[in-house]
């Protein structure tokens, strides 16, 4: 949980000392910055919730309806910054003392606005388009557009670096990501640059390409750069068209961490071919996730957390390995009450969002195909002892219950029953079943043999 500096609501004080965000990049849950709440980018429903912690009944979550589907939210003192999809915004809310939610500002920015991002001094954020393939920069003191450039298709997560002079950009496909120099200028430096995707994983002397690259998070001294994504064609064992991925880039030279693989190394074949040269594995598989929507970075035990939203899971993974995938800490199952003729999740399923309490104890996850807010305890490793190296990397099976929180239908009084893996926070509405083109997630009700679309 938060610390005991952090208030419930915001304070008022405008004497108080500035408190900086612990993180700068946004996501579809975030926790709050000098409060003890949560606030969640509610895509279907295009409203943002604030959610006090510890997570109680419903009348203590505060919403907002937005003009659009919200994509990201990111959390500064005395303020909340949000991307919204369509029609293309950023909006700057404030919440009162009682944490109710008023919007200050909004700039408008190419269509698809998702992912953002400040610079350390908290005066210019970066605002990803997707479906424009732009980027833009937003004066965050006069809440005016500075620019906006033209960007490879698709580009999702925004790192910035703690000098402010350069960002990286991920794209949903290619192995590429987008780099920007030169951030306070009329029109930043663009180029791309190339991470190659599952290198010790690849065909030998091949590079491959990428897809799925909603997710980045930079490690606490700004060293390396982690992107998570799947890596089409990645050879392997249980091998689905390639593999889930977390790469490393050095940002030191911009080189990626994982050498190629070149011939002769071994390698097991996903078809079990008996012929050719790849031929040998090491003994796990190689996808121990699917589809990664968000990472998170523990600083205290030196590892991250990927939110798996194919298998309804968080994976811990160990940050300091050349290829993360391959040290599996432990897994977290959040998705349960599983339909028996379909098995999808009924509770917790299609997570897309991770914060992480103060003291790294505590994950939330947002599960948007089921309009869900799932609270786990993670794994201490020895308290703070955290991986030292590969004899470390066993994976084991690991979930802490929840409280499940269910509302009276006519009454609209919330109760809770007897804590369990799977939870939901009262009186949120499903999901809308509007079809949208993108990926699949599970509706809030008992899932049907039919699974609607939502927009990724």
């Not at 919200?70 to 949000?82: E, N, S, T």
């Not at 955290?386 to 109760?415: I, L, M």
């Amino acid at each position: 949980m938060a610390s005991s500096s952090s208030s419930a609501t915001p304070s008022a004080d405008p004497n108080r000392p500035h408190i900086a965000p612990t993180l700068r990049e946004g996501g579809a849950l975030a926790r709050g910055v000098g409060e003890s709440a949560l606030y969640v980018a509610d895509e279907d429903h295009k409203t943002v919730r604030r959610v006090p912690v510890p997570i109680g009944a419903i009348d203590t979550v505060t919403t907002l309806e937005l003009a659009g589907a919200p994509a990201q939210v990111l959390p500064l003192d005395g303020r909340v910054l949000v991307t919204v999809r369509d029609p293309g915004l950023l909006v700057v809310l404030t919440p009162d003392a009682r944490g109710a939610l008023t919007e200050t500002a909004r700039v408008e920015l190419p269509d698809d606005a998702w992912g953002i991002a400040v610079t350390a001094d908290e005066r210019i954020a970066l605002v990803s388009s997707a479906w424009s393939h732009a980027v833009s920069a937003i004066d965050l003191t006069t809440a005016k557009k500075l620019w906006s450039v033209d960007v490879a298709r698709e580009p999702r997560a925004i790192v910035v670096m703690a000098d402010g002079k350069t960002a990286y950009v991920t794209h949903l496909v290619g192995s590429s990501l987008t780099r920007l120099d030169d951030l306070g200028a009329a029109e930043p430096k663009v180029r791309p640059i190339v991470l190659p995707s599952a290198p010790l994983r690849s065909p030998p002397n091949v590079t491959l390409a990428a897809s799925l690259g909603y997710a980045a998070v930079p490690n606490p001294e700004g060293s390396r750069l982690y992107v998570a994504r799947h890596a089409l064609g990645a050879l392997g064992e249980d091998a689905w068209f390639g593999a889930s991925t977390v790469d490393v880039r050095l940002t030191a030279n911009d080189m990626p961490l994982a050498p190629p693989r070149r011939d002769g190394q071994p390698f097991l074949r996903a078809d079990k071919a008996t012929d050719g040269t790849e031929l040998l594995v090491p003994g796990k598989p190689l996808s121990p996730f699917t589809q990664p929507r968000a990472l998170a970075y523990r600083k205290r035990t030196r590892t991250l957390l990927v939110v798996s939203e194919g298998e309804d899971m968080v994976v811990e993974l160990d940050a300091l390995g050349v290829d993360p995938t391959r040290g599996v800490l432990r897994n977290y199952a959040v998705g349960t009450n599983r339909d028996a003729t379909l098995p999808v999740a009924s509770t917790c399923g299609a997570p897309q969002g991770i914060a992480l309490s103060e003291d790294e104890n505590t994950a939330w996850v947002w599960c948007r195909g089921t309009c869900d807010l799932a609270t786990l305890k993670l794994d201490d490793f020895a308290k703070g002892g955290g991986p030292t190296g590969d004899s470390a990397s066993t994976p084991a099976a690991f979930a802490s219950p929840r409280t499940r929180w269910k509302q009276t239908a006519r009454s609209g009084v919330a109760s809770s029953t007897t804590p369990r893996i799977a939870s939901r926070v009262a009186g949120w509405p499903a999901p809308a079943a509007t079809p949208r083109a993108g990926t699949t997630a599970t509706s809030g009700t008992r899932p049907s043999s039919t699974r609607r679309t939502a927009r990724t």
